[in-house]
């Protein structure tokens, strides 16, 4: 039996692609289908989002990844986008990611390579910017890797640290945030490999292991997270791809599944989506197979709510693709799709 109701999603897509902005739909439980029911185009690019839920209502934010970087914020209560206020800059260049932190919007700056912070006022609006912590460093990568490139940011299930992942450094930066001052500092750093680019991290449920994805070499590196201490620890490499596989290949996101048994990465040039088995420890992967994501580019991967669908952001093909997941193995099993122009991410409410 499927998922009963109804609910609702939202898509990130490139304005300076064809994409249509923010785009609002409704979820059938039963299917996991995905019908439009409007849009906005109120802010450029808006590539990824977040949501937060108040007493107001729910409030959805998006990053425009521009050259002079901003963040919005959305009401979505009605079938469209409508913004609340204007859009803030981010003090930072060409922001990639957002998430919400202790009443706080952190967003990581690709191209100036820095994490700023925003406070969230009242009814939901963000405020200027109170704090940009500025990433130092470089890679060995000739064109990639010539100073830092923050691409992720996100609080740790204890909401204690806010990790930035640094795809310019191989570099993952544990922080505090100081609720008071709006301010980010420095707590550690855990180097990976020498030009992996690490790109995405995901948490294990269990809250004890991290996943961080890898966009310069197609692998995962499985890490160790003690939340107490806030230290990351690197543990090994795991392909995210078969072997024999040729070309440029550049994974994008990462995803665990709720029972903490699967993982799921999407491969950009492979248009794939992989299988990856977690063992009891948390702490080795294991590729099963790899399937094709449904379209061209998935920029972005993410689960429904209830954990038993994945959906797949296809930036290049211009839709998003939704599979049904066999519980006992992880393979997901293409169910349909719906068209969006360059689709840049995807997330439920």
Do not use: K
């Amino acid at each position: 039996m499927g998922d009963t109701g109804v609910g609702r999603a939202f898509i990130g897509s490139f304005t300076s692609a064809g994409g249509r902005g923010i785009i609002a739909a409704v979820v059938d439980g039963e299917t996991g289908g995905l019908s439009e029911t409007g849009a906005s185009d109120a802010l450029a690019d808006p590539s990824y989002l977040a949501l937060a839920t108040g007493p107001g209502g729910t409030v959805l934010y998006a990053v425009s990844e521009t050259e002079e970087g901003a963040v919005a914020a959305f009401d979505v209560d009605g079938p469209s986008p409508r913004p609340i206020g204007a859009r803030v800059p981010v003090c930072g260049e060409g922001p990639t990611h957002l998430a919400l932190a202790s009443g706080h919007l952190v967003t990581a700056n690709y191209s100036s390579g820095s994490v700023s912070v925003l406070p969230i006022g009242g009814a939901g609006e963000p405020g200027a910017a109170t704090g940009v912590l500025q990433h130092e460093g470089t890679g060995p990568h000739p064109e990639r890797q010539r100073g830092p490139h923050a691409h992720h940011v996100l609080p740790d299930p204890t909401g204690r640290w806010v990790l930035a992942v640094d795809l310019g450094t191989d570099r993952v930066r544990i922080c505090a945030l100081d609720t008071g001052a709006g301010e980010l500092s420095l707590h550690g750093e855990t180097a990976l490999r020498p030009g992996t680019g690490p790109r995405h991290l995901a948490f294990h449920p269990a809250g004890s292991h991290a996943y961080v994805l890898n966009e310069l070499e197609p692998t995962l590196t499985v890490c160790r997270w003690d939340a107490d201490a806030g230290v990351l620890e690197p543990l090994g490499e795991t392909s995210v791809l078969p072997d024999g596989v040729e070309g440029p290949v550049y994974p994008s996101e990462v995803v665990v599944s709720h029972d903490g048994r699967h993982l799921w990465t999407a491969n950009r040039g492979h248009d794939s989506i992989a299988v990856l088995a977690l063992d009891e420890s948390r702490e080795t992967a294991e590729l099963v197979t790899t399937v094709p994501c449904g379209g061209r580019w998935p920029r972005d991967l993410a689960l429904d709510p209830a954990g038993r669908r994945l959906y797949a952001a296809n930036e290049r093909s211009g839709d998003v693709t939704w599979f049904d997941i066999d519980p006992d193995t992880g393979v997901p099993h293409r169910a349909g799709s719906l068209a969006a122009p360059a689709a840049s991410c995807v997330i439920f409410a």
